[in-house]
Every structure is written in structure tokens, then in C-alpha cells.
């Protein structure tokens, strides 16, 4: 039986007093707080049982209203909240709080499609919108718009906007896609930020600031107020997009590829984020260790040669796209195959889509959320879990070699398979470091959460830190950001006190603790 976990300063009857004030609020069938209720919300990947940041209790707000009673009421009675959007951010504690014993505040049922125009390629969405729900509105509607999707299409549209996560269209910077946000602050205020700050204005999908400072980020992966509606920018439809797969055979192709695809995207040839990953990518979503190796520490070089032989991939494989009029496609296709041919010593195999052709083949490319990444938990066998370590560096070949070497030693080190990739931006590299174990050896467990730990201490001393990172390593990767005596980490909590001198919301997360917290809690 799973304990009743309470937040710092709020006893049982205190706990019980806020879960009743809110029953009456919202209704019985709003307000969860059995052990079941408490269970479904332990992040299902874990480094450990989860009940480390176990949540008391989750809301499940319908409108901006009753979020704004739900705020009101958690001040009332010094409940934490932690607000999800659909709270499937795996990998990075899902829907679990940093603080065990505040109570999740899900979002999933305010999903309204508020809004698509054709014209001019935006959506208003809540945040409880999922992928898969909007591709199927957008399909069923004939509306020739894309989304941009993330590897894992579980999640929702806004909630992987605000943190920051990617797609692998042009539009795949997510987060920079957001043009104006809806935003309930710690006190229960409803502001509007851009253009929406002024009343009726006509203008608030289409042009991202208003006047004076602009506040839209100031929301994105903190803990200043909730967001309970976006406008998103969409992708029109294209005429036409080509796709080929690049297999480089050795582990030093690296640096002359990553010079070549940092320069075709710097100059706006390729226009869509690239993954530059290793061979384990497809074996792990296809199959699971034991049916290549059942030996101890990472995979041999036989076996490795033996997966690349079976997928078709090389030691690193990449996939690039092209998008646009037909014409255009065409002349950067030709870009791409003399830039990369001569060094390969073979022709690039292109592969096409053409306006009213089904997409689904392409998937993620063009827009169509999936699932199948998931499977890559199932590698280590027994109950699975991933966790990634994700620093951003300069686009420089060199420099990602030079990361990849200390990383891969670190996880052989470790004994545990090294699952890495390089996602190129468009002036930058984040470098996600899969880590893939099996939550049932405790031994793995263990290895795994050094190895992680190792690596925030590796990537700060060679000058890089995580853009993202999971919730039991929040303080650490804050802690790195540490400039003129961390502070961007002082002004963070400048802010904090201000907007929520109770401390209620989201306490401790990307390390911002309110100022009841922060000495016994921060670090």
C-alpha cells in the first residue's frame, strides 16, 4: 500500500481541509486523491520507486475558471500544485512533481481545438490537445496544414511547445512557434500575453510581441503561471518533399558529416532538425538486447556490426528532408547529393511525396504523430525505463566527436549500451545521450542514475549545459547555469517571489523554489 505522501508544511487535516474545499468546488468527479489516483501519477520510468516525487492528489480542471478556483483555493490552504499538460513528458518524469506530496494539476481535459485558420496557417488550442487528436481533426477536416511532431506523439501540442521540445518539419522548433499564450498566474490572474494584452485585438496569432517587453517564454519550462490556451503557428502544406537516409560506416565519419549538414542547415538548404543517431536506434525499437547479447557490459563490436548489417544503417545513420514547390526541391536536392555524394562515394537513394499521396509512410517527417520510439524501454528487458542527457553545443564536427568519445567512455564505464544522437539545429547541436535500463535490476538503477550525474559534471567542465532534463536532476542542471554567482538563478527567484509569494505552483521546478522552500529544499 502506498503511503499518503503530504507536502512541507501542510499536515493531514490541513491536507484533507483543501481536498474538501476543492470537492465542493469542482465537483467529486474533478478532485483524485485515492491511492490508485496517487499510483497512476508515479512517473512510469523511474530511477527508483518514483515515490520520491509522489504526488498527493490530481485535479482535472474543464475550464479557465476552475483553474483559477483551483489556484485560489491551493493558496488558501498552502497546497503545491504542479501543472501537466497531458503529463507525458517520459523520460523526464511524466507527470510526476519535483515536490513529493503536491498535487497535480491535469490539464488533459481542457482540450479544445479552439480555432484552425487555413488562410493564414494558425491554431488555438488548450493544452490538453493531443497529437494524435489534432492530426485527426486536421485529417478529417481536409485542412491542408501540418503539425510538427516530436518522436513520441503520446504527448500534447502546447505542452511540448512550453518545453521546448522539437519536430522534424521546417516548423520543428516548437517552442518558437508559440504566438501569444493565455497564462493563469499564481494569483489567480488571467493575463494574455502579445498582442492579446489588448482587449479584442485582431492581431494575436500573427505577430508573436506587442508593445513593451514580451512575455511568452518568461512561461515556457517555469513556474510562473499556467497556461490554459496558445496560438501555434502551422506549416501549409507543401507540394511536394523528397527524403533519403545517410549510413556512415565509422565512428569518425562524424566530423566531416556534422560540418556538412551544420553548414546546409545554416544556409537554409535543409530546414528541418536533424538526428544524427547511432546504430542502436532501430535495434531498440524494433527488438530487445537479449535477442542480439545476453553477455555482461555493453555490446561488442560484432554485434554492433551485426545490427548495422540487419537495419541497413551504419555506425551513425541521418535522415534528411526537403520541402517545398517541386522545382525547389528538386535544385536542393542536387545541393544535398553533391555535398555529401563525393565524401560517401555513392549516389543518395531519394525517396518522394507529392501533395494527395498518403502520408503515413513518411510519418514524423511529414507531420503524422507515432508511438513506435517508445519501445526503445523494452531494450534492458523486466520493467523498462529511459532517461536522456541532452547538452547543447556549437555545430562543429570536431567538437561533437569530442563529446561523443567522453560520452560513449562514460557509458561503457558504466557497463550499460551506449544510444546517442545529435539533433541539428539551426545554429546549434543537442546532444541526446540515451540511457536505457531496466528498472527491476537495482544495480542498473544505480549505475544509471552515476552515469547521469557523471555526465552534468563532464558536459559543464568542457563548457555545455542541458537545454532539458528529468525532474531528479533539476537542481544539478540549474546549479550548472552558475554566471556571476548564478545570477540568472537569483533573478528567477526574484520573479517567483513576486508572482507567488505563497510558493503554491510547481515548487522546484528547472530548479526555481519559492522562497518558504528554497533553503531546505534547493540542491
Not at 476543492?22 to 512517473?43: C, H, M, P, S
Not at 544556409?267 to 546504430?279: A, L, P, S
Not at 523498462?384 to 570536431?398: A, C, D, N, T
Not at 552515476?450 to 559543464?460: N, P, S
Request: charged letters at 20%; hydrophobic letters at 40%.
Amino acid at each position: 500500500m502506498t503511503e499518503r505522501i503530504l507536502p512541507p508544511g501542510l499536515n493531514a487535516a490541513g491536507f484533507d481541509s483543501a481536498i474538501s474545499a476543492l470537492k465542493r468546488e469542482l465537483g467529486d468527479g474533478k478532485v483524485f486523491d485515492t491511492e490508485l489516483d496517487r499510483n497512476t501519477y508515479i512517473d512510469p520510468y523511474a530511477l527508483g520507486d518514483g515515490l520520491d516525487h509522489a504526488a498527493s492528489a490530481a485535479l482535472a480542471p474543464t475550464s479557465v475558471e476552475e483553474v483559477q478556483a483551483i489556484i485560489r483555493i491551493a493558496n488558501d490552504h498552502g497546497l503545491p500544485l504542479w501543472p501537466v499538460a497531458r503529463g507525458k513528458n517520459l523520460g523526464y518524469g511524466a507527470a510526476s512533481p519535483v515536490l513529493a506530496g503536491s498535487a497535480v494539476l491535469d490539464m488533459t481535459r481542457m482540450n479544445q481545438i479552439l480555432d484552425v485558420d487555413e488562410r493564414f496557417a494558425y491554431a488555438t488550442l488548450e493544452p490538453g490537445v493531443g497529437f494524435y487528436q489534432f492530426h485527426e481533426h486536421l485529417t478529417n477536416n481536409n485542412i491542408p496544414l501540418w503539425m510538427s511532431v516530436p518522436a513520441n506523439g503520446w504527448g500534447s501540442v502546447i505542452g511540448n511547445a512550453l518545453e521546448r521540445g522539437i519536430g522534424y518539419t521546417p516548423y520543428g522548433d516548437n517552442t518558437t512557434k508559440l504566438c501569444g499564450l493565455e497564462v493563469v498566474t499564481p494569483s489567480g490572474e488571467i493575463v494574455r500575453t502579445g498582442m492579446g494584452a489588448m482587449e479584442g485585438n485582431k492581431s494575436w496569432a500573427h505577430y508573436p510581441y506587442s508593445f513593451g517587453p514580451s512575455w511568452d517564454q518568461m512561461f515556457v519550462q517555469s513556474n510562473f503561471g499556467v497556461v490554459t490556451k496558445a496560438n501555434v503557428w502551422m506549416m501549409p502544406e507543401p507540394e511536394m518533399t523528397a527524403h533519403t537516409q545517410v549510413n556512415l560506416p565509422a565512428m569518425e565519419d562524424i566530423k566531416w558529416a556534422m560540418d556538412i549538414l551544420a553548414d546546409l542547415r545554416l544556409r537554409g538548404i535543409i530546414e528541418h532538425n536533424v538526428v544524427f543517431g547511432n546504430y542502436l536506434h532501430d535495434a531498440s525499437a524494433f527488438t530487445t538486447r537479449a535477442d542480439w547479447y545476453e553477455g555482461e557490459g555493453p555490446l561488442p563490436d560484432d554485434v554492433a556490426e551485426k545490427i548495422q548489417e540487419t537495419y541497413n544503417v551504419g555506425w551513425w545513420t541521418f535522415h534528411l528532408s526537403l520541402f517545398g514547390e517541386g522545382s525547389l526541391v528538386e535544385a536542393k536536392q542536387k545541393i544535398v547529393s553533391d555535398a555529401f555524394e563525393p565524401r560517401l562515394g555513392k549516389k543518395l537513394e531519394w525517396r518522394h511525396w507529392r501533395k494527395g499521396e498518403p502520408r503515413e509512410p513518411f510519418s514524423i517527417s511529414v507531420g503524422v504523430p507515432m508511438v513506435l520510439p517508445l519501445n526503445v524501454v523494452n531494450w534492458m528487458g523486466g520493467r523498462g525505463g529511459h532517461i536522456g542527457f541532452s547538452p547543447v553545443l556549437p555545430p562543429s564536427g570536431e567538437l561533437a566527436y569530442e563529446a561523443f568519445l567522453r560520452r560513449k567512455r562514460r557509458f561503457e564505464d558504466a557497463g550499460l549500451d551506449y544510444y546517442s544522437s545529435f539533433t541539428v539545429g539551426h545554429r546549434h547541436i543537442a546532444n541526446v545521450n540515451m540511457i536505457l535500463y531496466n528498472r527491476d535490476d537495482a544495480d542498473m538503477v544505480s549505475r544509471a542514475r552515476t552515469l547521469f550525474t557523471q555526465m552534468i559534471g563532464d558536459a559543464r567542465e568542457e563548457g555545455y549545459g542541458e537545454y532539458r532534463t528529468h525532474v531528479d536532476f533539476m537542481d544539478s542542471v540549474a546549479d550548472t547555469y552558475d554566471y556571476n554567482n548564478h545570477a540568472l538563478m537569483r533573478l528567477n527567484e526574484t520573479v517567483k517571489d513576486a508572482l507567488d509569494p505563497n510558493g503554491i505552483l510547481a515548487p522546484g521546478r528547472n530548479g526555481i523554489w519559492p522562497a518558504r522552500l528554497r533553503d531546505g529544499r534547493k540542491g
